[in-house]
């Protein structure tokens, strides 16, 4: 029930009705620190295997600390494996989100064996993205295309024609970059006089959001964008919406990572979600061809 959302005062009238009996508050708190014993071994579990495919975004819940209610950071990283199932990686609660914040979770991460990541995506956060290059270096970057459709809102009109970013839109639908690129060219030349201040930033940052184009085409639409842990965090905010307001960092640690628990169970015993054969394939293909020359 606790994992659910239900409230810890209405839990504690059901049980005392099914069991007949009131529950003390010690025998609480040793409940407590029972499935608090289980998350930390989820959260600092060795990490098996690589991921090539790691996906990072940060939520916020609303915490009382000293009397005061504060919004604090809950730091999410899952991850793809070779096999093509999900996992939650890491789930870890930080003051705010900085890039010292988040190099301390991808250290983390990396200690407890996370490796062979091939792809990293993201939003436009200056705290991860410089977090990622320091930590993990080397490794593909993709600034979520979403976060980005966003962010041009910044550099246009109230009333701007919708077309704009509907044709922008549609140039993450292409089978590979350069159709993407024909795509852009024709755009600038169509909206730069109408909206410069929008294509000068487009042109300028929109290479980043193309880093997908590198994978297999199944690959593109569940890589592309952070949809995937959005849609993670969805859940975790139907149940943290019970809350409201959480006494402490514990106990928004403990209802974030027993949710992150229980979906990182279902993930692995459900299908798979990608098919890894198209990506091995791929990043042999040019180990062949030197080979051959």
């Known amino acids: 029930m606790y994992v659910q959302g239900v409230s810890t005062r209405k839990v504690a009238a059901i049980t005392e009705e099914l069991c007949g009996h009131e529950f003390s508050a010690s025998s609480i ?12 071994e989820f959260g600092r579990r060795k990490l098996e295997g ?7 975004d940060a939520r916020y819940e609303r915490v009382r600390e000293g009397g005061l209610i504060a919004s604090r950071a809950i730091l999410i990283a899952l991850g ?9 990686l890491a789930v870890e609660y ?3 989100e900085s890039q010292s914040s988040w190099k301390e979770f991808l250290v983390g991460l990396k ?26 270096t080397g490794v593909a970057w993709q600034r979520c295309y979403v976060h980005f459709l966003r962010n041009t809102l910044d550099y246009l009109p109230r009333k701007a024609d919708d077309d704009c970013l509907l044709e922008l839109r549609w140039m993450y639908e292409r089978r590979n970059v350069e159709e993407a690129r024909q795509d852009l060219k024709v755009w600038l030349e169509k909206w730069s006089a109408k909206y410069p201040k929008l294509c000068v930033w487009v042109e300028s940052n929109i290479e980043e959001t193309w880093t997908y184009y590198q994978l297999p085409l199944s690959h593109h639409k569940h890589l592309k964008s952070t949809n995937m842990l959005e849609r993670f965090n969805q859940e975790i905010k139907r149940r943290t919406l019970v809350v409201r307001i959480f006494p402490d960092e514990a106990s928004c640690l ?13 993930w692995m015993e459900g299908s798979r979600y990608l098919n890894m054969t198209l990506l091995s394939e791929q990043l042999k293909r040019p180990i062949r061809l030197a080979a051959a020359a």
Not at 29 to 40: F, G, P, V
Not at 111 to 136: C, F, I, M, N, W
């Open 254 to 266: 403990r209802l974030v990572r027993a949710v992150a628990a229980e979906k990182h169970e279902e």
């Open 94 to 96: 930080a003051q705010r």
């Open 80 to 88: 793809i494996d070779w096999e093509g199932r999900r996992q939650v």
């Open 111 to 136: 200690e407890r064996g996370l490796k062979g990541v091939y792809l990293v995506v993201s939003d436009d956060h200056p705290g991860l993205k410089q977090a990622v290059q320091e930590v993990l």
């Open 50 to 56: 690589e991921f090539p495919y790691l996906i990072l």
């Open 29 to 40: 708190s040793e409940i407590t620190k029972r499935l608090d014993r289980q998350l930390e």
